[in-house]
């Protein structure tokens, strides 16, 4: 039942690209929208690690490993607010929607434990189901082979890192944080690599 909660709390975080994709907000506003939201997960978590508060459902849908560090909830807010704030929307939302989408189809499929891999079919599945979510705004910015080339490099980087979860100095580095900047970045480099240009890429 953790397992469900967890993915249900990421798939509700598709309510802020909807909005964009809906055209309720502008891009400025969604970044207003993440700040808002990272400072809100922020006094959660102080309340929680500093204070000693431990908020109900913590104990439901957490990990052991975030009982002493900063939670995933907190983690997948600010690496969206990251994107949004250093990559314009054609790369930002796919590596949004990555962590929103396809972290939870890949969740719902096989878990892994820190510091190992998870099946290759997972992570079949995994870069399958990124790819397509990335393919729309990247072949809407670029040509077709480059567009599509730069979905499979975003998607590539966060199958990565949505597939091994590493231990760093004994704290392990959460997928909530990893997926987005791995996305973007992959997404981001291959623009710039193939000529599209880096101010497609940062522009907002």
Request: with cysteine; charged share 10%.
């Amino acid at each position: 039942m953790s397992e469900l909660g967890r993915r249900g709390v990421h798939a509700s975080g598709i309510g802020i690209p909807a909005l964009y994709l809906l055209g309720m907000v502008d891009w400025p506003q969604v970044r207003l929208l993440l700040v808002g939201l990272s400072v809100a997960v922020s006094a959660l978590e102080f309340v929680r690690l500093v204070l000693g508060y431990e908020w109900p459902l913590f104990d439901t849908l957490a990990r052991e490993y975030e009982r002493e560090n900063v939670a995933g909830y907190a983690l997948y807010a600010y690496s969206q607010t990251a994107v949004a704030f250093v990559f314009g929307p054609a790369v930002a939302l796919p590596a949004m929607l990555m962590l929103i989408v396809g972290d939870p189809v890949s969740g719902y499929l096989g878990s892994n434990d820190a510091g190992t891999a998870k099946q290759a079919g997972v992570l079949a599945v995994m870069f399958l189901v990124c790819f397509a979510l990335a393919a729309p705004f990247t072949t809407a910015i670029a040509s077709l082979p480059v567009g599509l080339a730069a979905a499979a490099v975003g998607a590539a980087g966060a199958t990565l890192a949505d597939g091994v979860t590493p231990v760093v100095a004994g704290y392990v580095v959460d997928d909530n944080a990893s997926i987005p900047p791995a996305a973007a970045l992959g997404i981001a480099l291959t623009l710039v690599v193939t000529g599209t240009g880096l101010p497609v890429a940062l522009g907002g």
